[in-house]
């Protein structure tokens, strides 16, 4: 089992070897160990990230087969079945790292915005229930930042973030226990579109 301080430190250095656009030759051999993952997983890390996709986890933290556990779904939001999961995952395997990925100029942040300055009647039942789930965190921001739409997206879909982090930590019984008793840790993080930089943001130490 790979300790969530150790899981961070793997996924720092391989967004660096990304960001540089260098491959690690672990994850370039990892194809390699597809007989043996066949017989089990052991991923050192969970990562919620959003469906967008120029936010593949596996490419921008440069990781290969079998190290991570991704959740994708737009907005990065947390839903039960997100929740259920990211509780798979750890309780399963023993991952003790959980990642909520977001990141800038985030397509569900902006049509949460825009619903909120404009609601439309046409937006179907299911996008609304992804809107739903973002709205409550972003709501506020409106006000604050009514004349700067710049500093809105991005104070957005910081916050976004934080919300989903702290629905995993606050969420969930299974997950609350294996944060008290196990060091299971979870983080909220931001990839930058523009740098390729992943920014670890939000490690609050719960
Ligand atoms: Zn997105």
Known sequence: MIAAHEALERLRVGNRRFVS???GRESLASQAHRPE???????FAIILGCAD???????VF?????????????GNIVAPSQVGSVEFAAAQYGTRLVV??????CGAILATLEEL??????QSRNLRSIVNRIRPS???????HGHDPVALVRDAVRANVRVSANQLRHGSEVLEDLI?????????AEYSLETGVVDFFDVAAD
């Open 180 to 188: 008290q008793g196990q060091g299971l840790m979870v983080v909220g």
């Open 53 to 59: 996709s120029r936010v593949p986890a596996e490419i």
């Open 62 to 74: 440069d990781q290969g087969l079998g190290d991570l556990f991704v959740i994708r779904v737009a």
């Open 100 to 105: 909520v990925l977001g990141h800038s100029q």
């Open 138 to 144: 972003v709501e506020p921001l409106l006000a604050e």
């Open 117 to 122: 300055k404009r609601p439309s009647e046409r």
């Open 21 to 23: 656009g260098t491959r």
């Open 37 to 43: 993952l066949a017989d089990g997983q052991a991923p």
